[in-house]
């Protein structure tokens, strides 16, 4: 089988398109989130604790260099741990969305308990002759 065949027939399968989609609605699903953390939740949680803005949370590892007009040369080094922080809350408001979404499909796809099968009908000659075997290998 050629490459582009079975690439076509891999592609084409009902999975990989539902992954496909999946993809693309996470992504907007997580701008979603993003903006809901950055614009709703961080600036109360900000105020809360002081009035700080989380994404200027940096901790300066080197100063910016500045020639003499006043022009930067080199931009500051910085680790940028309020953008982390914001990501950290990105991050777990999409597991806890996605935790329950998985959990509510599984509770609508949980199968009930079978039920135990009643057991077979026989009929009355078959019965007889299962009593007369029994009867024989009693005797015996």
Request: net charge positive.
């Amino acid at each position: 089988m050629s490459f582009m065949k079975e690439f076509k027939e891999f592609a084409t399968r009902g999975n990989v398109m539902d992954l496909a989609v999946g993809i693309i609605i996470g992504g907007a699903f997580g701008k979603i989130v993003s903006s809901l953390v950055a614009d709703i939740i961080m600036p109360p949680i900000g105020l809360i604790v002081g009035g700080i803005r989380f994404t200027d949370l940096k901790l300066w590892l080197k100063d910016a260099v500045v020639d003499g007009s006043g022009k930067v040369v080199k931009e500051a080094v910085t680790l940028n741990i309020g953008n982390f922080i914001q990501s950290v809350f990105d991050f777990l408001i999409i597991a806890g969305a996605i935790f329950l979404i998985v959990k509510a499909m599984n509770s609508l796809n949980r199968k009930k308990p079978k039920e135990p099968d009643a057991p077979p009908v026989t009929n009355v000659e078959v019965q007889l002759l299962t009593e007369i075997r029994d009867l024989l290998k009693k005797d015996n």
